[in-house]
């Protein structure tokens, strides 16, 4: 069985850090690329960033370029989201993602599209 399984958030003041780790199981994700996605209070989940399975390309949305790096260690099937100068409305629950296969198209991805496998979310809360 499949599991993506995040850990690393909590309450943070505006301008802090925090870094998100997305754990997988039950097969290897070394080859496919994988994603972070993030729903705010009340508002639908939206994508965050993705990177591919070698790590080499990532993407991300606008309003967290600069702040945000995603990267990943594939011997640990593992996944992170280093986020830096939290902002208040970066308050959200943050969800992992994966595609079901590795030929799954990256710039598809990136428009939200093409995600399968979802972990449970981690909470992040940015006080003002």
Do not use: H
């Amino acid at each position: 069985q499949v599991r993506l399984v995040e850990s690393g958030g909590g309450l943070v003041q505006a301008g802090g850090s925090l870094t998100l780790s997305c754990a997988a199981s039950g097969r290897t994700f070394g080859d496919n690329a994988m994603g972070w996605f993030r729903s705010a209070p009340g508002r639908e989940r939206v994508f965050v960033a993705a990177i591919s399975g070698s790590g080499n390309t990532t993407f991300y949305t606008d309003s967290v370029k600069g702040r945000f790096t995603i990267f990943r260690d594939n011997a640990k099937n593992t996944m992170y989201l280093r986020m830096d100068n939290l902002k208040p409305e970066d308050t959200a629950a943050y969800y992992c993602s994966a595609p079901l296969t590795n030929r799954a198209n990256f710039r598809v991805l990136t428009s939200g599209r093409g995600w399968d496998y979802w972990g449970r979310g981690t909470q992040v809360t940015v006080s003002s």
